[in-house]
């Protein structure tokens, strides 16, 4: 059985490209929620699906190296495959579950690297995290315009916006509502699981495309998917499915959304079931290309009002279509084009799970601190109160200087 690859067994079966952390941090853009297929199978080591085929990604302080494997359905074509809907259900509710560990075994054999003379597989890398947009001119005049943004920006450094499948980000974020990242991965792996076609197995876990859009519109989808615990979701997903095909061109369809005016790709993404104005805002900034779009959810809005002291929906219970667009306005007006990109680094600094990273500047501090005080023990105890003041200034100096970076 083939394993999951890490780049301790030696560079050979990886391909490489510049790029460094401050331009993108695998840990911090795969595990914030823009995308629900990826999962850590190593220490800094990140594997999922994407373009059909399954990748897995590590990076080093100024490479990102990428390994693709092998599938026996890599020449299929996406809405060419068509899947029943019952044919994965008796036992999947078991199937989906991931193996947290990752065995390394001297005798394993070598994992097979696919060929790419054309380099196709660094043409899909390069698009996906949109690696041609300097995310690091980007924080600069985002920290000029924004001292909120500026005192975080050197911790969580190279968060970008993916530019993912359309239909793919569409119907994960259908997922979202009333959720939270966790469940909502384990829906999503479900859903590939039981309706996506199959693309290999590393280390007792199976990995599936995304289904297509035929396999999400077949009338038995929405009860194969309230068996597998997505309640009035399944509904909305089968439906849209079957609207996009039925009223519209299909995949062509989204794709064609890139291209059009903002308002317009979010108002024909409002027409389908289950799809709000925060869910049309993911989709339009995760997948069709408007980067100052500022998805708005209680999450977000408790950001504003906290870290911004925006008066948007003051006095409101819940969020209005009218709420959103002013809390949206707000952040476009402080952020510009890229607002969209700059609201990410700020949902994905509110994280739970990242905040361990926010003691680092505490840390830093108290080592300033003790530097500064040994400095003055060394210069004698016995000396006046005024050598005290100094090192008391310097180090709330120090501090400051601290905060600010």
Same mark, same amino acid.
């Given at each position: ?22 331009? $993108? ?19 800094? +080591? ?7 085929? &399954? ?21 299929? @074509? ?30 394993? @054999?070598? =994992? ?20 041609? &947009?300097?995310?690091? #001119? ?49 829906? &999503? ?19 599936? #495309?995304?289904?297509?859009? +035929?396999? $999400?519109?077949?009338?038995?989808? /929405? ?30 369809? $989204? ?38 779009? =500022?998805?708005?959810?209680? +999450? ?25 667009? @002013? ?17 990410? &680094? ?20 108290? /080592? ?8 003055? @023990? ?22 400051? /200087? /601290?905060? =600010?970076?």
């Amino acid at each position: 059985m083939s394993q999951h690859a890490l780049l301790s067994a030696g560079t050979k079966a990886w391909r490489s490209l510049a790029c460094s952390r401050s331009e $993108l941090r695998l840990d911090l853009t795969l595990g914030c929620g823009q995308s629900f297929r990826w999962r850590e199978t190593g220490d800094g +080591h990140w594997t999922g699906v994407m373009g059909g085929r &399954v990748w897995t990604l590590t990076q080093t302080d100024d490479t990102l190296w990428y390994h693709t494997y092998n599938s026996p359905n890599t020449t299929a @074509e996406g809405d060419g495959r068509k899947r029943k809907a019952g044919a994965l259900l008796q036992g999947s509710k078991g199937s989906w579950k991931r193996s947290k560990g990752v065995k390394e075994q001297e005798d394993e @054999e070598p =994992v097979a690297v696919t060929p790419d003379p054309d380099r196709k597989e660094e043409d899909l890398l390069n698009d996906y995290f949109q690696l041609k &947009v300097k995310l690091g #001119d980007l924080y600069s005049e985002w920290g000029e315009a924004d001292p909120h943004f500026k005192s975080i920006a050197n911790i969580f450094t190279g968060v970008r916006m993916l530019r993912q499948d359309p239909a793919e980000c569409l119907f994960s974020f259908i997922c979202t509502s009333n959720n939270h990242i966790s469940r909502i991965q384990g829906m &999503v792996e479900r859903l590939c699981q039981s309706l996506g076609t199959p693309l290999c197995q590393l280390d007792q876990t199976s990995y599936h #495309d995304f289904p297509s859009l +035929h396999a $999400l519109a077949d009338n038995s989808v /929405e009860a194969c998917l309230r068996d597998l615990g997505f309640g009035y979701r399944a509904r909305f997903l089968q439906q849209s499915a079957r609207q996009i095909l039925d009223s519209h061109s299909g995949h062509q369809w $989204l794709q064609g959304l890139r291209s059009a005016p903002y308002l317009q790709a979010r108002d024909a993404l409002r027409t389908l079931p289950g799809v709000g104005p925060k869910v049309a805002d993911c989709v339009c900034l995760m997948s069709l290309d408007k980067a100052c779009v =500022v998805p708005v959810d209680t +999450h977000v809005w408790q950001i504003a009002k906290r870290d911004y002291s925006c008066a948007a929906g003051n006095g409101q219970k819940s969020l209005t279509d009218k709420v959103h667009r @002013e809390i949206g306005d707000f952040f476009r007006h402080l952020w510009g084009p890229y607002a969209g990109w700059a609201h990410s &680094v700020l949902f994905c600094a509110d994280l739970k799970k990242f905040q361990k990273l926010k003691e680092t500047p505490s840390l830093k501090q108290e /080592e300033e601190e003790k530097k500064v005080k040994i400095k003055v @023990e060394g210069e004698g105890m016995g000396r006046n109160k005024k050598i005290r003041k100094t090192c008391d200034r310097k180090v709330k100096k120090s501090v400051k /200087e /601290e905060e =600010v970076e």
